[in-house]
């Protein structure tokens, strides 16, 4: 049996992708959990994010928030509309006041299509976070 990319072990198939950024890591903490950011990398919220708490979007992403550690990282279920399994989402951010890594991990995919789907969104996702936050 052959390997497969992003096939793990235990939680499916997963992905992962770093982006490091000229600006603190405060600065990109902040932008992320904004209006502005959390549109971005989330969708527009129908729902307040908090701890332990389910959350939806307007295009119909839902989840539970299982992890918020303020300037450091959150975890959380991730459910698009068009799925029947539940993903997790973990974005981190790591750094100091003169530059910041954004660092945004999805496993529990159930194959390598899901892989691949995610992984065009989120480098996409990063790409409209380098836009923004760069500005």
């Not at 300037?71 to 973990?90: A, C, D, F, G, M």
């Not at 194959?111 to 409209?128: C, D, L, P, S, V």
């Amino acid at each position: 049996m052959e390997n497969q990319l992003g096939k793990t072990k235990d939680v499916g198939f997963q992905f992962g992708i770093r982006k490091t950024f000229s600006v603190s890591s405060e600065k990109v903490w902040d932008f992320l959990f904004s209006e502005n950011g959390l549109n971005i990398w989330l969708g527009k919220l129908k729902n307040e994010l908090e701890i332990k708490k389910e959350y939806e979007t307007e295009n119909g992403i839902t989840g539970l928030v299982r992890v918020f550690k303020s300037n450091s990282h959150i975890r959380l279920n991730w459910k698009p509309v068009h799925w029947e399994n539940v993903s997790t989402v973990q974005i981190r951010v790591i750094g100091n006041q003169t530059k910041a890594t954004i660092a945004i991990h999805q496993e529990k995919l159930l194959n390598t299509e899901q892989r691949n789907e995610m992984k065009a969104h989120w480098n996409e996702i990063m790409k409209k976070i380098g836009a923004k936050i760069l500005i």
